[in-house]
């Protein structure tokens, strides 16, 4: 008889055993059956926000600055002719010669005009007194002859030894160059306008040249324009 209550006992006490057995794996379960997404961390949460195309930057305080800049600058205009030189904070660029040619020759070819035109070549110097590199951009030229526009051009040979004036002028110092035209052997008047400065501080520079201003600039040196 006591080993049939001890038995009875021993299972009642089983049972009770393996139930609470139950309940604790089942609310380990619950807890752990949470879904976390391990796959993005913090880093690359924020990277994704950033590079985000459809979030709209409101801040751009760079570009700002310049819009506020370009808008702050007053254009103005200077003028240059045979007989005066323009100058300020930035620049000084003087007349050195107006030059016509049928042709230039040089040691392996020739420079010719078509029927009826010429070359036209304007030699400048221009003297960077600024503090930063400038740069003569021959996309900032317009001009017209006789009032018609006309785009200038090139010659393979460099009249009077000259270059051409379209290079960068270190800040301090100065170049001497030419400018060519292919114009009307009639030609009466030469309208030109230089507009690269306007960025800067708001200048364009112009000039107006006659059949009259028509002179041999001094043959080129180097050491002229240092």
């Known amino acids: 008889m006591r080993k049939k209550l001890y038995s009875i006992f021993l299972a009642v006490f089983l ?7 139950g309940k604790n794996n089942n609310a380990d379960k619950t807890d752990n059956d949470i879904p976390v997404d391990t796959t993005k961390s913090p880093e690359s949460s924020q990277e994704e926000i950033t590079s985000n195309p459809n979030v709209e930057e409101t801040n751009n305080p760079g570009n700002e600055y310049v819009d506020e800049v370009k808008e702050n600058i007053e254009p103005k ?12 904070a930035y ?3 003087k007349f050195l010669g107006l030059k016509e040619y049928k042709k230039l020759k040089g040691g392996n070819y020739t420079d ?18 600024s503090n930063e590199k400038d740069y003569i951009n021959p996309n900032y030229i317009t001009a017209k002859i006789d ?9 393979v040979n ?22 060519v ?3 009307p052997k009639n030609w009466k008047k030469l309208e030109m306008e230089y507009s690269a400065w306007k960025n800067i501080d708001g200048l364009t ?6 059949p009259d201003d028509l002179s041999d600039p001094l043959m080129y040196n180097a050491v002229n324009f240092n």
């Open 15 to 21: 049972c009770i055993s393996l139930q609470g057995c």
């Open 181 to 183: 035209w292919e114009v």
């Open 112 to 129: 010719k005009a078509k029927k009826n035109k010429k070359f036209l070549v304007l030699f400048l110097s221009i003297k960077n007194t």
């Open 147 to 155: 009032g018609k526009d006309i785009e200038h051009t090139f010659l």
């Open 77 to 88: 205009s200077g003028h240059l002719s045979a007989s005066q030189q323009y100058s300020d």
């Open 158 to 179: 460099e009249p009077f030894s000259y270059p051409t004036i379209f290079t960068n002028i270190e800040a301090g110092r100065a170049i001497g160059g030419f400018i």
């Open 91 to 93: 620049r000084v660029v």
């Open 205 to 210: 520079l112009s000039a107006k040249f006659t």
